[in-house]
């Protein structure tokens, strides 16, 4: 999976390497609670790396499209077609996993080194525009 997200946040890098390291250690983040949850089996590990990017995009600039026609072309997944993995993916985000101890994971992704990425809020709730295919 973290092959997957590596390669998928190449294609939308761009020239700002301080925001790039920071979305990649999101998508990392985003990545290592999906394992706590079983429920993320059900889903390809590109897929679940494709929805942590979106989550992850959408979680540093949560006004702007978090999918666009390059990534769409790069990753071949439509917003469709990762829908249910990122709705699963950002709960978990949002309330970690009942029962499970993720402490561990948020600790790691808290140091300074790794950006704080797990104090940052996502945000509530995803609009639903930015759920629906391009062009839609």
Known sequence: MHVC???YITVCRGRDRAKAK???FLCSYLAELSLLDYDCIQFNPSV???ACLFLARFTISPTARPWNLTLQRNTKYKVSDLKSCILMIHKLQLNGYPG???DAI???YNDRE???VSAMDPPENIPLRFLKDIGQ
């Open 114 to 116: 790794l950006e704080h």
């Open 100 to 102: 499970l101890k993720e």
């Open 48 to 50: 679940v790396a494709a």
């Open 5 to 7: 997200c590596t390669r």
């Open 22 to 24: 920071k979305l990649e």
């Open 106 to 108: 948020k600790v790691k």
